[in-house]
Nanobody
Framework: QVQLVESGGGLVQAGGSLRLSCTAS?????????????MGWYRQTPGKQRELVAT???????NYADSVKGRFTISKDNAKNTMYLHMNSLKPEDTAVYSC??????????WGQGTQVTVSS
């Protein structure tokens, strides 16, 4: 079993920046899970469906929601078993619970518990 733990959320003023982290642990797969599998960040607000924010394939190709292009960057550090979401120029509409996701071998999805990001105007 793989556990994903997010951190780095919080309260920030509009225009500010945050960096979210997602660290994998718990099984023999956790040590290389971001190296070999697709991953992503998603967000959800009350009453709305979870939406994709950014994804990265195992080869490093990235994809972003139109609403965050040019402001957010997904990255990873394989040596630390950690993926990141760098968020700049934050807007109040970015307020949400952000969750990380990795799909082991393209079949088994794992999710973190989520971290709250609140952007004040």
């Amino acid at each position: 079993q793989v556990q994903l733990v997010e951190s780095g959320g919080g309260l920030v003023q509009a225009g500010g920046s945050l960096r979210l982290s997602c660290t994998a642990s718990g099984s023999i797969f956790a040590g290389s899970i971001f190296r070999h599998n697709a991953m992503g960040w998603y967000r959800q607000t009350p009453g709305k469906q979870r939406e994709l924010v950014a994804t990265m394939t195992n080869s490093g190709s990235t994809n972003y929601a139109d609403s965050v292009k040019g402001r957010f960057t997904i990255s990873k550090d394989n040596a630390k078993n950690t993926m990141y979401l760098h968020m700049n120029s934050l807007k109040p509409e970015d307020t949400a619970v952000y969750s990380c996701n990795v799909v082991l071998n393209g079949v088994k999805p794992y999710w973190g518990q989520g971290t709250q990001v609140t952007v004040s105007s």
